[in-house]
């Protein structure tokens, strides 16, 4: 699948937004990828997973490991897909851990997945996990990366969409210079 193919079916999911956003950056921007759209949408999520999944076929994945939220989802989709066991990391303290008797065993090659890849901060708790467990990173799968390749893990990353998303600072923001109401996304419209 293609970037251009991946590009299409966000579109289809109406996972692409388009308006003026508030990203939790602080930033603005004239783009926000709803990852929820996609993920709860299985017909349009699993072709994606399942052409990522493909790019691992031969890296003898023993387990998938994918943090909360959607992470989870997706975890269970390509172990499914893959034909191994998903671990869950789910926020305990404030760092993503695996809970409910969870395990990974040393030397287990897992694959670490996730949604959108903004600062990777989700990714980089998985990686610090598998450590803690004495697992092998085997490689990352993202639905969509939001830096564009600009993220380095020291391992090999696999985005079904590679995407730049523009954004601004408040103060340079061509969206609020012309008075375009402005969004938070997974909150109600600021303007009203
Ligand atoms: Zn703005």
Redesign the pocket.
Known sequence: MTNEETLHLFQEAEALLKG?F?LSSGR?SDQYLEKFRLVENPKLLEPICESLAERFRNDNIEAVLGPTTAGIILAYVYARILGVQGRYAESEGGVRKLRRGQTLYPGTRILIVDDILTTGGAVRECIDLAKQYQAEVAGIAVLADRTAGGTDFGYRLESALSIQVES?D?GE?????RN?P?TQPGSKNLNR
């Open positions: 003026h508030l603005h601004w408040p923001c061509p969206l609020c210079k375009i402005m």
